[in-house]
């Protein structure tokens, strides 16, 4: 996590180091940490105290009070599994008498019904779809979306909030929630939850391309809905979404579990610089990650599939490099 100056002391039982260089830090020992079975942990310039789950909430995601440590809990384990080789199924599988997911309970419980349109608690994902009428927006149509593809992914239109309708999958392709697409560039938000789900544990797509995946040993990652629905139309089976631009330690899991060697091909918009990129991704350091390098292909916040299948094969075969190539692309 960027610490510096980690050493151990009092024998092996304290390990003590100096906050990341972001934190402006001053205190050489400001990080201490019992060599306990709890880890019990203290950041003591910053008042941080608990274990090595509340450390890293703060480092990672800025997070200081019980309640922001529990929201983010399931991701902090899984951004401590993913840096440290663990596999969760198999910790799971190694005490099945133990809820792993024990932290996630009162989070479930307490969940917030706000939605970005309107508070509808008793709706289900089932009874949220009649809302929608099934049928391809015209703009959509004019952007290259198809028929079949309207079919495929079972695209509707909302005309009380004039946006696009899109089913959000798990894993083993239940229907979990539906996002809602604007039409209009301009809208505050571009795209909006009509139900509750946790999107941070899943990527659009998955569950229709891991067969595909699995076969080609390879994975295209992209930011949008938009983005996957074109390049799985356009051939490219084995395309997934991070519903948004960052990856989350769960994704980025699951991304993991698929193979030891799989290929993982990050096409980020033309707005995310390199920097952010290799933040994002440093998750998977362990496997073999390529990522786009835009050298003004694309524009603003251009994504890979704006300017059609063309152009995005061109980006496919020649803008993009392994992160251990960087140094010799400049």
């Given at each position: 996590m960027d610490c510096q100056n980690i050493k151990q002391e009092q024998n092996g039982n304290l390990i003590v180091a100096k906050l990341p260089e972001k934190f402006d830090p001053h205190n050489s020992r400001s990080i201490?940490?019992?060599?306990?079975?709890y880890l019990s942990s203290v950041i003591r310039t910053k008042g941080i105290e608990g274990d090595l789950y509340n450390i890293t909430g703060y480092l990672i995601y800025d997070l200081s009070t019980f309640e922001e440590i529990r929201e983010k809990l399931y991701d902090i384990a899984c951004y401590?599994?993913?840096?440290l080789e663990y596999n969760l199924d198999e910790l799971s599988s190694n005490q099945k008498k133990i809820d792993w997911n024990y932290f996630l309970r009162p989070i479930q419980k307490e969940r917030r019904t706000e939605f970005y349109l309107e508070n509808i608690p008793e709706n289900k994902p089932d009874t949220v779809k009649n809302r929608f009428i099934p049928c391809l927006h015209q703009k959509w149509y004019q952007e290259g979306i198809s028929h079949k593809s309207r079919d495929i992914f079972?695209?509707?239109?909302?005309?009380?909030?004039?946006?696009?309708?899109i089913p959000i999958h798990s894993s083993n392709g239940d229907v979990i929630g539906y996002k809602?697409?604007?039409?209009?560039?301009?809208?505050?938000?571009?795209?909006i939850a009509y139900y509750p789900f946790y999107k941070t544990i899943e990527l659009f797509n998955y569950h229709r391309a891991i067969d595909e995946i699995k076969k080609k040993n390879q994975v295209i990652v992209v930011e949008s809905e938009k983005?996957?629905?074109?390049?799985?139309?356009?051939?490219?089976?084995?395309?997934?979404?991070?519903?948004?631009?960052?990856?989350?330690?769960?994704?980025s899991q699951k991304l993991k579990k698929i193979s030891l060697n799989l290929e993982i091909i990050f096409l980020f918009d033309a707005d995310k610089d390199i920097k952010y990129i290799l933040s994002q991704v440093k998750q998977l350091r362990?496997?073999?990650?390529?990522?786009?390098?835009?050298?003004?292909?694309?524009?603003?916040k251009d994504s890979p599939t704006d300017y059609g299948?063309?152009?995005?094969?061109?980006?496919?075969?020649?803008?993009?490099v392994p992160i251990k190539g960087l140094k010799n692309e400049g």
């Open positions: 201490q940490i019992k060599n306990n079975e401590i599994c993913n840096a079972d695209l509707g239109y909302d005309a009380r909030y004039n946006r696009i309708s809602g697409r604007s039409i209009e560039d301009l809208d505050e938000y571009k795209y983005s996957a629905i074109k390049i799985f139309q356009w051939g490219y089976k084995n395309v997934v979404a991070l519903m948004g631009s960052d990856l989350s330690p769960a994704q362990t496997r073999e990650v390529k990522i786009m390098v835009n050298k003004g292909l694309l524009k603003d299948s063309d152009i995005f094969k061109t980006i496919l075969n020649n803008y993009v």
